[in-house]
């Protein structure tokens, strides 16, 4: 059993972290206020509740006692009714009225008052029990011994109580963290999935993209034969060479500017190269100088590919005296610049809307709008055909280098 006598503005504050931990029951050792304005009585109080399971606080006036609840937890209070200033009663409904000590248990000691309207007043002001001087050692011993244990299991409660709560709460932190990874690994799983379909779905469209080329690429060097007109065989063997030759050299254009800074007119011209000798004649475009995006030139190169195929093959330069016009512009006067592109075909054969829509029809509509976010007209006039294309300025733009 230690002993410790709380005075007004003594440095013991700095033993509360002692005191404060071995009063909560874990240890076993419990802190008891012993309240008396006579020493001699703390002192008869210290003799016999000398325990190892105790410590004792001494206060010898109503105000030491508030001090040293302020100071430790304590497990029982033992009060003197009769003290100068605050008596016992208004004492112990100080300490009811505080939170933190109103479930404190309290015994009253008196030498005075032993008529019943006291003992009553003494239960009334929280007492839980009300012992008159001189007292039996073994009852105060009895009543201290059963109030210190259950202080102590009431503290084990709370204690597993906290750390139940933390279980609980770490548990539920790892469920919840648990459910995030498997949420994750699900959108992971998904998104793979996604972009595996996403995958084959660009395989398929390369490999008809691929066919498709090659087929028209045929189709062109057909046509190329077919228009090369020549007085011999070595003359027509030089201007198709020539051709096939240009043809090589478009291709060689786009893979080599890998679809980077390209000018709408360069591009044009390469793809249009196999039909050197008609541009400025029968083909003719105009417009800024522009340098198109790589998604951009690679969306109006396939485009300006496919209408030149088919105008070989069924529009204007599939006769004599057709002819192209190919103009390009930019509208700044809008809240949004706007992107144009028109491909005219005059004096050509008649022409009337195919009865199906093919490949062709797809790169030079769906695919291109797709691409730049644009919208396409396909008019298939007796006299021509007319493309038109428009979008936003910014989606042919080359992006600026940071």
């Known amino acids: 059993m230690s002993v410790l006598s709380v005075q007004p503005n003594s440095n013991q504050a700095s033993q509360t972290g002692a005191d404060v931990a071995s009063a909560d029951g874990m240890s076993g050792v419990a802190n008891i206020l012993i309240v008396d304005d006579e020493p001699k009585n703390l002192t008869v109080l210290e003799t016999v509740l000398e325990s190892p399971r105790y410590r004792l606080i001494r206060a010898e006036s109503a105000d030491t006692a508030l001090l040293a609840l302020l100071r430790y937890d304590f497990a029982v209070l033992i009060l003197d009714v009769q003290m100068p200033g605050i008596t016992g009663f208004e004492l112990a409904q100080m300490i009811k009225e505080r939170k933190k000590t109103s479930e404190v248990p309290i015994i009253f000691l008196t030498a005075y008052y032993n008529e019943d309207q006291h003992v009553i007043e003494g239960y009334h002001s929280g007492a839980v029990d009300y012992l008159l001087k001189p007292i039996n050692p073994s009852i105060l011993r009895s009543k201290v011994s059963v109030l210190v244990e259950l202080f102590v299991k009431q503290r084990q409660l709370e204690e597993a109580n906290r750390a139940l709560s933390t279980e609980v709460a770490e548990r539920r932190l790892v ?11 699900e959108q992971r799983v998904l998104d793979r999935t996604e972009a595996h379909k996403r995958a084959e779905e660009q395989v398929r469209l390369l490999m008809a993209e691929v066919n498709h080329r090659s087929k028209n690429l045929l189709s062109v060097v ?13 003359e027509f063997v030089i201007k198709f060479s020539s051709r096939v030759q240009a043809l090589a050299v478009s291709h060689d254009l786009l893979v080599k500017s890998q679809w980077r800074s390209i000018d709408v007119s360069d591009l044009i011209c390469g793809q249009l190269a196999h039909f050197d000798d008609l541009v400025g004649k029968r083909i003719l475009f105009d417009g800024p100088r522009l340098h198109l995006s790589s998604a951009a030139a690679q969306s109006m190169g396939m485009v300006v590919h496919e209408l030149a195929t088919n105008t070989v093959k069924y529009g204007a330069l599939s ?12 509208d700044d006067t809008r809240a949004e610049p706007i992107f144009s592109i028109s491909w005219t075909e005059v004096d050509g054969p008649p022409i009337c809307a195919p009865s199906h829509r093919g490949f062709g029809t797809t790169v030079v509509t769906k695919m291109v709008e797709m691409g730049l976010d644009g919208e396409t007209v396909l008019d298939y006039r ?3 055909l007319i493309w038109r294309f428009s979008c936003p300025l910014n989606n042919v733009l080359e992006a600026l280098s940071v």
């Open 175 to 185: 469920q919840m963290r648990l459910s995030e990874l498997n949420d994750t690994l």
């Open 222 to 234: 057909t046509a190329i034969a077919q228009q090369t007109a020549a007085t011999s065989p070595q």
């Open 319 to 330: 006769c004599e005296k057709g002819r192209i016009e190919i103009v390009w512009e930019t």
């Open 382 to 384: 007796s006299t021509g």
